[in-house]
């Protein structure tokens, strides 16, 4: 029989005087560190590597429709929106159209 066990250490401090916090939103597992006092998710789902989030930006800045980004590669839009917030330049030109509600 083979046990699996999982050590988590705080992200923060790297104390493992951790415990389990409830879940966020996400339904993500979080941890509340002892030593630091740091209330973090256990467990990060994996960000996207620069290379895939320079495909959607690039994707998004010919089609333009963050709806369409969002479906295409299954990045959520508020993930897209911040991105952008972060690079200028793919968010250059911005105001062309306007996003619509509803629908
Ligand atoms: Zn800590």
Known sequence: MIKMIVKYKCRSCQSEDIVKNGRNV??????????????????????YSDERKEEIMRAYQERSSLRGISRTFGVSRPTVAAWLKKTPAAARGGGRTPPRKGG
Do not use: F, I, M, S
Request: hydrophobic content about 20%.
């Open 26 to 47: 996400c339904g993500n597992q979080q941890y509340r560190c002892k030593d630091c006092g740091a209330c973090k998710v256990l467990e990060p789902t994996a960000r």
